[in-house]
C-alpha cells in the first residue's frame, strides 16, 4: 500500500506489551472517526510499506488502539513495537465492511476470533457493552498471549482454546475444535476474524449445519502479519 494525501501523521501515546511478541499500540485519535470492525493502514519507516490493523478501541474513546504481533524480520511491526511516547506515525483514513454485532436489527450474534482477530470483538465490547454476543471462541498458541482475558469474561461468555500448551483456565486444542459449543440458529449472526484456514473450517462447519452465508460475516487475517 503506498501513501496518500489523505493519510495522517498520528502521535504515539504508549506501547504496552501483553506477552512476548504481542503489544498494544495507543495513538491519539484527534479526529478520526470510525466504526468496530474498521480497519486502517499503519505505516512503516519509509512511510512506505503498511499492513491493516484493526481497531480495538471504542468508538467513544480518545485513543486509537491496536493489538498487533511483532513479525520478526517484518516491515511494520517491528518499527511499530519500538515507538515512544511522542513520536508519530502514518494513518490512512480507516476502511472496512466487517461489521461485529451489527448485522441485522437486534440479532443475536457469536463471534470468533484467532490471535490479534479479536480486536475488533474488543472494539465492539467498548462500543456496545451492554449488547454482548451469545458466545466468543477465542483460540491462542499460549495462553499469554490472550489477551486482557479476565477483562473479556466480566462482559461475555467466553470460550478459550491454547493449541500449544496446557492451560487450567484453557480447552487444550485449537478454537475449531470448541466449535461444537457455538449457539445454532437461523437468526444468528456469526463473525469470525484471523486466520484464513480457521475462517474456511468454521465455514464449512455452519453451513454443513444449514447456517445461510449471509449470516457467516468474515474478516481474515492471514498467516503473518509483518
Known sequence: MTMNNDNEMARVISVNWHAPG????????DDIRFMPG??????????????????????????????IRRMEGGEVSPYLAERQ?????????????????????????VFIATGTGIAPFFSYLRTWP????????????????AIDLEWLRARCDVRLAVSREDAEDAFRGRVTDLLPDVPLGPEIHYYLCGLDAMIDQ?????EERGIDIAHIHRECFFNAES
Request: glycine residues 10%; charged residues 25%.
Open 22 to 29: 504481542i503489544f498494544e499500540l495507543a495513538l491519539e485519535r
Open 38 to 67: 474498521d480497519c486502517t493502514a499503519l505505516f512503516g519507516a519509509d512511510n512506505q510499506a503498511s499492513r491493516p490493523y484493526s481497531f480495538a478501541s471504542g468508538v467513544d474513546e480518545t485513543a486509537l488502539r491496536f493489538l
Open 85 to 109: 511516547p511522542g513520536d508519530r506515525v502514518r494513518i490512512s483514513p480507516p476502511f472496512g465492511w466487517f461489521r461485529p454485532g451489527q448485522s441485522g436489527e437486534g440479532a443475536p450474534s
Open 130 to 145: 451492554d449488547s454482548p454476543p451469545l458466545r466468543v471462541l477465542y483460540g491462542v498458541r499460549k495462553r499469554a498471549d
Open 202 to 206: 468454521t465455514t464449512v462447519w455452519l
